[in-house]
């Protein structure tokens, strides 16, 4: 059983709305939540973290995290062309200090 | 500049040639990781190391081989068993970070990556 689930897409959005992109984890001892942004070609770039559950705004980006349904999802409002890219979702448990991916959802933004 | 550095951006392999990849960071950090990635299929875990003169291996370790005798670097060795070794690698570095209430976490960066083709 994969460690952390995705929804491959695609998905689409028009510019200026709301992409929600979700994820959901197997290991209840996973403490900490991870989202990337990754471009074509181009390696991962760290855009939001959390750890206790509820939301945790950045700008225009908003991770939500709830631990008894074990899902974490991303909320990006006012969504630009510049945001297509492929979103990983990170889980990581500190025994042992590994992070778990998923496999992306890849986010086209349609101007 | 702090930072994750990776040599080269492109590397081609010929058959049977062992390759070595290059990871070098100034970030101060005591993890580091290799992960290889292929399309469609997400990151996976080759080799990590928690800290100098250790490593473990991760779910694809066969076929490769890492060192760590300083803090600032892991190069990865892609050896001759490794038969399907065209994939895009990346490294990263983690940092125990101490939040609200003491809670403990990581933050995982990367580097920019090196494309190993097989010839």
């Known amino acids: 059983q994969k460690e952390v689930e995705q929804n491959s897409g695609p998905l689409s959005v028009p510019e200026g709305a709301i992409a929600s992109l979700n994820c959901t984890y197997s290991d209840r001892g996973s403490q900490s939540f991870f989202w990337y942004r990754q471009y074509s070609g181009k390696s991962p770039e760290l855009i939001m973290f959390i750890y206790s559950n509820g939301d945790k705004e950045d700008g225009r980006f908003t991770a939500q995290l709830n631990k008894a349904s074990q899902y974490v999802s991303l909320l990006i409002r006012d969504s630009q062309p510049s945001d297509s890219a492929t979103y990983l979702c990170?889980?990581?448990?500190?025994?042992?200090?590994?992070?778990?991916f998923g496999t992306g959802t890849s986010l086209t933004v349609i101007p | 500049d702090g930072g994750i550095t990776q040599s080269p951006k492109y590397l081609f392999r010929k058959e049977g040639q062992n390759v070595t990849l290059s990871c070098e960071q100034n970030l101060n950090h005591d993890a580091m990781y290799w992960y290889r990635q292929d399309p469609g299929q997400g990151l996976r875990l080759i080799y990590y190391s928690q800290i100098v003169n250790d490593f473990q291996k991760g779910d694809i370790a066969e076929g490769y081989s890492v060192s760590r005798e300083k803090k600032e670097s892991f190069p990865l060795t892609v050896t001759s068993a490794q038969k399907n070794p065209t994939a895009f690698y990346l490294c990263?570095?983690?940092?125990?970070?101490?939040?609200?209430?003491?809670?403990?976490?990581?933050?995982?960066?990367f580097g920019p990556g090196t494309r190993l083709t097989v010839l």
């Open positions: 990170a889980v990581n448990i500190l025994t042992g200090n590994q992070f778990y």
């Open positions: 990263a570095s983690s940092r125990e970070t101490r939040g609200r209430a003491r809670w403990i976490y990581n933050e995982q960066f």
